[in-house]
């Protein structure tokens, strides 16, 4: 019996390259859809989603980095939530939404490899029991992308794609707003034939 699965867009925003020595500092998650073992049914990205900006977890920080997202350093050490809060409350709500769906749910992003990395370390670094997409339950658009297209994957960037493809929502840097914006790729690209390129 195959197991209902909802799938999780996600988008995070850093003041670094990696997790541990750096921190991260938002990030956003929007339900994209469910699929049932035989069909795929979306949602609309902005009714199901979650946002947190994060205390730094060290002093040090790349300015480059840092200044994709906007976000002030300072506001967030003395606003930014606690990683432990933020990831619990994360944790919480996907399972929230995993009962109301009866489903499990799958971490999709666009790459997958940065975004996966900081969440996955974050959720087995400070919420309380560990990761809710486990170690693997994960899927990278731009791996989906190329497979559809049969396109290498150096190839396989969003400069490359059918413009009908690519969200309409504009890419603000803002984690919620990007998790929302490539919710609405993955829902194009799980209804896209390579018939149409």
Request: charged fraction near 20%; charge should be negative.
């Amino acid at each position: 019996m195959t197991k209902t699965e909802f799938y999780v867009s996600a988008d995070m925003e850093a003041d670094g390259p990696v997790p541990g020595p750096f921190s991260m500092s938002s990030f956003g998650l929007a339900v994209a859809g469910v699929r049932d073992g035989v069909a795929f049914q979306a949602f609309d990205p902005a009714e199901r989603t979650f946002y947190a900006e994060l205390k730094p977890i060290s002093d040090a920080y790349d300015p480059e980095a840092l200044a994709i997202s906007g976000l002030d350093r300072g506001r967030l050490t003395r606003e930014g939530q606690k990683p432990a809060q933020a990831m619990n409350a994360a944790a919480d709500w996907l399972a929230t939404v995993s009962d109301e769906l009866d489903a499990a749910p799958v971490f999709v992003a666009y790459p997958l490899g940065y975004d996966w990395m900081w969440m996955y370390w974050y959720f087995m670094q400070f919420a309380s029991n560990g990761s809710p997409f486990g170690h693997s339950r994960c899927l990278d658009l731009k791996t989906l992308y190329a497979t559809k297209a049969d396109s290498p994957i150096i190839g396989s960037t969003k400069r490359s794609m059918p413009r009908h493809l690519l969200s309409s929502r504009p890419h603000t840097h803002n984690a919620l707003d990007d998790a929302i914006e490539q919710a609405e790729l993955f829902q194009n690209l799980m209804h896209w034939n390579r018939s149409e390129l």
